[in-house]
């Protein structure tokens, strides 16, 4: 098993996660799909790419949901079929719950959940009709439980869990593959994009994040677990520890992230 000649599809492309995702899979002779609402930024990723020629852009905005069907129909007429869909465009918060506009909790959900449920709306089809596919999306460690300052962004990454559990049933005897993929801190600019309680942009750079995994490592550690058709997959560093602290005692993980550095 191998990406060679397959068709990708990810969105993010234009930075972090996904602009290392695209490196890493143009190397592995993928033919690429790259999607976010940035197209210069996209344009300089092709640029950087191992096979420019074989990458397709197609900006989109997650939150336009009903623009999403056309924007597949065009990546799918770009080589014919889509065999792996990364859903992993998304935006990150840092405020607290009580601090945070309604307008901003619904931004972080349209974007992180209804965006990603409705591309892969979009996608199945086709995907059911050659009975085949894997769909990927980059949830986080906050997928799996919350901290401060997160409530919003947590509460998104929980829902994909559900949507993509679900629906993982439901597609399996259509051959169709669902990997939710659970990064803990990534070396990106996550932090600076995230939204504060206004919707305005956070601009500082996450501790965590600092410290964090360089992209490049991240996608050579993701890319051999999708082949291997994982069905939950967990990157990072110590902050892992807490989505197996969770199972064993919510208790005593809630009393240590109490205590923990979160910005
Ligand atoms: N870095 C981490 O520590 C970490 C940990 C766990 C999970 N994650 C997840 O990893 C994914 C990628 O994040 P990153 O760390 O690589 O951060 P990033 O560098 O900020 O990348 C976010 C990507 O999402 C795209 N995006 C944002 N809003 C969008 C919208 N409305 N429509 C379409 N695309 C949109 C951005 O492109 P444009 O601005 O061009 O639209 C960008 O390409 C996210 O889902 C994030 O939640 C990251």
Known sequence: MSFEDKTVWITGASSGIGE?????????????????RREQALER???????????????????????????????????????????????????????????????????????????????????????????????????????????????????????????????????IKVSL????????DVTLNALEGDGSKHNKMGEGQKKGMEPSTFAQKLLPKILREKEEIYIGGMELMGVYLKRISPRLLNAILRNSDVT
């Open 45 to 175: 990723v092709r640029r950087q790419c191992a096979i420019p020629s074989e990458v397709e852009i197609i900006p989109l905005d997650l939150t336009e949901t009903g623009t999403l069907p056309q924007k597949a129909e065009q990546a799918r007429s770009a080589f014919g079929h889509i065999d792996y869909l990364f859903n992993n465009g998304g935006i990150s918060q840092r405020s607290l719950a009580v601090d945070t506009d309604m307008e901003v909790v619904r931004k972080v959900m349209e974007v992180n959940f209804f965006g990603t449920v409705a591309l892969t709306k979009a996608v199945l089809p086709a995907m059911k009709q050659r009975q085949s596919g894997h769909i990927v999306v980059t949830s986080s460690v906050m997928g799996k439980f919350g901290t401060r300052l997160r409530s919003a962004y947590a509460a998104s990454k929980h829902a994909l869990h559900g949507w993509f559990d679900c629906l993982r049933q439901e597609i399996h005897d259509d051959n």
């Open 181 to 188: 993929v659970c990064p803990g801190f990534i070396k990106t």
């Open 20 to 36: 290392a995702l695209t490196y890493a899979l143009s190397k592995r002779g993928s033919k690429l799909i790259i999607s976010s």
